[in-house]
């Protein structure tokens, strides 16, 4: 008996440190989305291929959120699992931006689908209040679905979309080699109308470009992947949101490598864009200035290697970066040079312009810029904590319930027991 109480007690401590633990705990991903709403980090799509960047495989576990109103570490980073609302869409590569007349919701644009994408909406909605997923009719011509695009949305809530390639996960591999694109299609995310950009003096079709919106409403197109490989960081290509005019920069200074798949940002400063990661080519994927600054106080634009202090981590493809108060927030990506997943979450600070730092803790109070909005949203904060609070009751719940069966189940043990022996003296000797 004093083994079977035991027990009981171990499997019943085991059950509730494992509640109390157990965090949900997200697959890592690479080609997957990072859409800042309020205190939010909204986290979307994906693959978990361990090969290569280019093997499509979806997960369901591809909609998940990080609040950064709170403090955290890299050791405790808490997540929160979005996967079981309907109608999640299973992708990789599509464009995601926060729009409506609000901002706060995640507008979805293409990207590659599992069993191609026939007859699958091409835009995607949903909205962080109600937390409800739509597929929204869209007026207007509406543009070929593509693979590893980004978008971009500007102050009026226009969405940018630019280039991609054509490939089975979009339906459409009809093509030979290379089904690049480079049209720039517009969604007014407010009126929910399409419309096509300027095609003069595009760059050249291509996918897994970075873009970056700058304060003067310009966006800031670099690198990229194209017929001919990576395309070079030396040519960048400005998209002028007010007049809709493309026009091409031969930038100077330190040229990073040519490359696809990195991220860009801009600086805290709006003088300067970070990019970072991304990989030369399948078979030789090491770029040389991983990590790179492009000046754009003067034109030409400046590019320029920063001073990093702190663990440097190995270089990510296909990653996220945001920049959240005084932090850039990188999330996976594909480690090229291991071929694994990267399973982290880096914060580099970017706070001190004469040196960056990579940090393993990050503190929203520490905050340099003014916040675009001053006081949270209120209700986005209710409906994540809300959220939470029911997966912890369904936890304590769970574990209630459980213990109440392993108590009957100790008491079916132990009549069993008695019954079988019954004279028996439990005792250490016995
Ligand atoms: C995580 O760690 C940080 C720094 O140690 C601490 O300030 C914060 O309260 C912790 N958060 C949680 C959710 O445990
Ligand atoms: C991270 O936070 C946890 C919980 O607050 C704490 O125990 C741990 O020491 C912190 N680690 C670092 C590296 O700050
Ligand atoms: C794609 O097709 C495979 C094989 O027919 C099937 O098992 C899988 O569920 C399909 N995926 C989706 C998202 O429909
Ligand atoms: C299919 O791909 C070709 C390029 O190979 C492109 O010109 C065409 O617009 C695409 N059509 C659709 C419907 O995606
Ligand atoms: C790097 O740090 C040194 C010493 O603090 C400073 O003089 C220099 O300007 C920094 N370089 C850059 C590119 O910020
Ligand atoms: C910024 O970094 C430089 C170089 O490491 C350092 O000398 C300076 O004190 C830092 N400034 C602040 C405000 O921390």
Redo the contacts with the bound molecule.
């Keep these: 008996m004093k083994l079977l109480c035991c027990i009981y007690i171990l499997l019943l401590n085991f059950q509730l440190s494992y509640v109390l633990v157990k965090a949900y705990t997200p697959i890592p991903h690479f080609t997957h989305r990072a859409t800042l709403i309020g205190n939010k980090l909204y986290i979307l799509g994906g693959d978990t291929s361990k090969t290569s960047i280019f093997s499509f495989t ?1 997960t369901k576990d591809d909609f998940f959120c990080l609040d950064v109103s709170a403090a955290f570490n890299t050791t405790n980073i808490t997540w929160t699992d979005f996967s079981n609302f309907a109608g999640t869409p ?1 992708q990789r590569g599509a464009a995601v931006s926060a729009g409506g007349p609000n901002k706060d919701i995640i507008f979805l644009v293409g990207g590659a ?3 191609s994408s026939y007859g699958i909406p091409l835009v995607y909605t949903f909205d962080t209040v109600k937390n409800v997923w739509n597929t929204p009719i869209i007026k207007g011509t509406q543009p070929t679905r593509r693979d590893f695009i980004y978008s971009i949305i500007d102050v009026t809530g226009k969405m940018y979309i630019f280039g991609g390639s054509y490939n089975t996960g979009t339906g459409n591999s009809t093509g030979t080699t290379g089904n690049y694109e480079n049209r720039m299609d517009i969604l007014d995310t407010i009126e929910l109308t399409w419309s096509i950009g300027s095609q003069l003096q595009a760059p050249t079709p291509r996918d897994g470009y970075s873009a970056t919106l700058l304060p003067n409403g310009i966006i800031a197109y670099i690198g990229g992947y194209g017929v001919n490989g990576p395309t070079n960081l030396k040519e960048i290509y400005l998209y002028d949101t007010k007049n809709n005019a493309w026009e091409t920069m031969i930038t100077v200074g330190t040229i990073p490598d040519a490359r696809a798949h990195h991220s860009s940002v801009l600086g805290l400063n709006n003088d300067r864009i970070i990019i970072y990661g991304g990989f030369y080519s399948t078979t030789s994927p090491a770029v040389a200035h991983d990590f790179s600054v492009l000046d754009i106080r003067n034109k030409p634009y400046q590019w320029f290697t920063p001073n990093i202090s702190g663990t440097i981590p190995p270089t990510p493809t296909a990653h996220t970066a945001n920049v959240v108060g005084r932090y850039m927030i990188v999330t996976y990506g594909f480690i090229y040079s291991q071929k694994y997943i990267n399973p982290d979450v880096y914060f580099l600070d970017i706070g001190n312009d004469s040196e960056y730092e990579w940090v393993t803790s990050f503190d929203p109070k520490l905050s340099l810029t003014p916040s675009p909005n001053p006081s949270p949203n209120p209700s986005l904060i209710q409906n994540g904590s809300s959220i939470s609070i029911g997966t912890m009751i369904g936890a304590i719940i769970g574990t209630f319930i459980g213990g109440i069966l392993l108590t009957i189940f100790g008491l079916m043990i132990y009549r069993w027991y008695k019954r079988k022996h019954p004279r028996a003296i439990p005792t250490h000797g016995s």
């Design positions: 979806p299973i689908f599992e069993n």
